[in-house]
């Protein structure tokens, strides 16, 4: 049996899903959203799609996801990964295409000054329309990894500067997983887990009295994805 | 930018990593194997390569990294699960080809039986020659997943019959993880985790005293894959 055989017609896309913190605009709470791409051409013609693309043949897949972040929304993510290969064979009508997709996380700052054109709008994750092919379902399993790394990586360092104050930190997890944490609970668990260690620096000039800024613990790998990313 | 562009100039290849505990023929004692192919054209011709092959079009993946190992082995996997798709632009001589790689756990009994070609032969994962396009480094990281995935899943069970003793477990870590394991340390890990449960049953007729048997704890997944994979 012959391995690695190339096969003329099954074709190829590299898709990217895009999250970032905004507020909500009814409470002004963050939550996750993300950019989509409004297509318009069959299949799906109209409906929201994931930012993706053709694979270019001189562009790696994680270098054809950071184009396509790029293009979507001028920004560069703080972290991308990839997500899944997402094969069926019915997925897409009248085709037969595989799509690699990555994801992304970035800054709430970032997220503000992304550009937004007539045809990408940014939607909160937890509240999506029908979107094209099985799109819905790729973001609910990105949400899924999303959530799932918060309790055990540095994932949430993408979603903020380089010190934050440990409410800054606790926000960001409720963001993330929709719901309230109890501070002091939070506190003690992340000061348990080492993850993040006290700088000097107290943020101050809000309603509330100075706060101690941490940092991450640089000695430890944000997320540890094996040998394949080794530094 | 249109999203799920097909592309013609870019191949796709699907590849299996089948691992499955083998004695070593010097000590005995098991180590982490895997099937190879000899290449029988080129590039790379009569180099090692995985099992892989085209992507049938009324084929999705999974089914896809099944037929491989059916193919190659004869076998039907304990646990099958996608690795990653590896698409660096100069990974295949002359052509473009990005293979969505899966790996997969075979029981002892069952690689035992399985079938053997001229161009099939197992190999100790831990010493392979040179691999055909970027396979060693697919081995490699697919032995990183397994040995991660066995200290927080109930991955050593596709290894494992139904009952096993905790001498067996552990002889299933200390293959995987290629070191030995104190038997006290060990059993308390293990009690303490709550993912094997004891039998009534105790197994006899070796030179031991009898051992008791356990079982895994049936209302635990054995891994969270998350929202793709929910039953």
Partial sequence: MPAENPVANVTLAVSTVIFALRPTPTS????????????IREPHHGLWALPGGPLGSD?????AAANTLDETTGLTPRYLEQLYAFGDVDRSPGARVVSIVYWAL???????????????RWFEADDLPKLAFDHNRIVEYAL???????????????????????ADLRGVHEAVLGKQLDPANFR?????????????????????????????NCQLDPVDNGPLFAR
């Fill in 28 to 39: 002004g709470r963050p939550t996750v959203w993300l950019p989509l791409v409004r297509r």
């Fill in 59 to 63: 562009e790696d897949l994680q270098t």
């Fill in 106 to 120: 970035v800054g709430a700052e970032e997220a503000a000054d992304a550009v937004v054109t007539e045809n990408v």
């Fill in 144 to 166: 899924w990894r999303l959530r799932n790394k918060l309790e055990y990586s540095h994932i949430a360092h993408a979603f903020l500067g380089d010190t934050f104050t440990l």
């Fill in 188 to 216: 003690r668990q992340v000061e348990a887990s080492g993850q993040v260690v006290p700088t000097q620096q107290l943020q101050t000039g809000g309603r509330h009295r100075p706060a101690r800024l941490y940092r991450y």
